[in-house]
């Protein structure tokens, strides 16, 4: 049983790595369709609706907008419909009449079937707005009157959980670091100093205080996996380099720059502007927690196999977690920058 145990425990290691297959050149998109509601003055609604792309055999990776659409209530007319501005981008104004959007339900038929969540914003005519994440496998939704600080909270912790699982090249920046430095209080340290400084450049790009485009950023992101993946092969080969002698420093450095590609993801979806503070907040924390549960997961993994030994298993199978590393890094990094120079 023991040899069992030595393989099952590296074959969740690798799988951890080959699970991360390459994914189009921008890896931290949601796959949320999006709908915002605004109310004006005169009481009629203009509603906004962007679908995300299906995954498909384009040349970026992804196939046409999800066929996805919402269904308003009954008691709402469409007043004018300007149409598609975009692919995936529809616009309506709708008028309800005295009744409203309040306690009405709108419908998303198909939903559960394209493993679409949708984020719904309103905005209010007297300038109050909420922002609701649709529950998993939900098809209809009924507009509250408000929305709760404690519920923006719970949105944005949700997103930024979401989105440290989708952001696989985030997660494998974190292996890499994991990896050459090991389970130890340098770890934390280094994890530490990674979070301190992407949640520094995650609040000043949202909150519009430094502005950065997000194509050559997404480049460098790649850029910075394939140092790491490089810097491994030099750590298994007992020449330490600049990560496993000062990691915090180089997880200070990088992590000011995946800090933007989080705030990227997080500017498409936008902050409530009467909760921007608390939305901010949760977002990162639930950034965090993700980030944290991927850790202990591969320290797990790996503390598993140290105490198993190694003696059962190929020599070559140790370097599986670099080179796959650093290949899906070359891809990544060759891909998004013949899309940001085409």
Not at 15 to 41: V, W
Not at 155 to 160: A, R, S
Not at 220 to 238: N, Y
Request: aromatic share 12%; hydrophobic share 50%.
């Amino acid at each position: 049983m023991n040899w069992i145990g030595r393989w099952l425990c590296l074959i969740l290691l690798v799988g951890i790595t080959l699970g991360f297959s390459p994914t189009p050149a921008i890896a931290h998109g949601f796959q949320t369709a999006y709908l915002e509601l605004r109310e004006q003055p005169s009481g009629q609604i203009d509603a906004l609706w962007k679908t995300p792309p299906a995954f498909g055999s384009g040349d970026d990776g992804y196939g046409p907008p999800i066929a996805i659409r919402p269904v308003f209530p009954k008691h709402c007319s469409v007043a004018i419909t300007p149409g598609a501005i975009a692919t995936s981008v529809s616009r309506w104004t709708l008028d309800c009449g005295e009744k409203g959007l309040a306690q009405s339900t709108i419908t998303f038929p198909g939903l559960i079937n394209n493993f679409v969540e949708v984020l719904l914003r309103v905005e209010w005519a007297d300038g109050h707005s909420q922002t609701t994440m649709l529950p998993t496998g939900q098809e209809t939704f009924v507009i509250p009157e408000k929305t709760t600080v404690f519920a923006v909270g719970q949105t944005y912790l949700k997103l930024g959980v979401e989105h440290i699982f989708s952001g696989i090249d985030h997660l494998l920046f974190v292996l890499g670091l994991v990896l050459i430095v090991g389970p130890s209080w340098r770890l934390v340290k280094t994890i530490t100093a990674f979070t301190l400084a992407h949640s520094v450049t995650l609040g000043a790009a949202t909150l519009g205080f430094v502005n950065v485009p997000q194509a050559p950023v997404e480049a460098v992101i790649a850029l910075s996996i394939l140092f790491l993946a490089s810097e491994l092969a030099h750590s298994r080969m007992g020449k330490p380099g600049l990560t496993e002698k000062y990691p915090w420093l180089v997880a200070l450095t990088f992590g000011l720059l995946h800090g933007f590609g989080f705030a990227g993801a997080l500017t498409e979806v936008g902050l409530p502007p009467q909760d921007i503070p608390p939305a901010l907040l949760f977002f990162n924390v639930g950034v965090e927690l993700g980030q944290l549960a991927f850790v202990l997961a591969v320290v797990a993994v790996m503390e598993s196999l140290k105490r198993l030994g190694s003696e059962n298993y190929p020599r070559w199978l140790g370097w599986m977690p670099t080179y796959s590393i650093g290949t899906m890094a070359s891809f990544w990094c060759i891909q998004r920058v013949v899309a940001f120079w085409g």
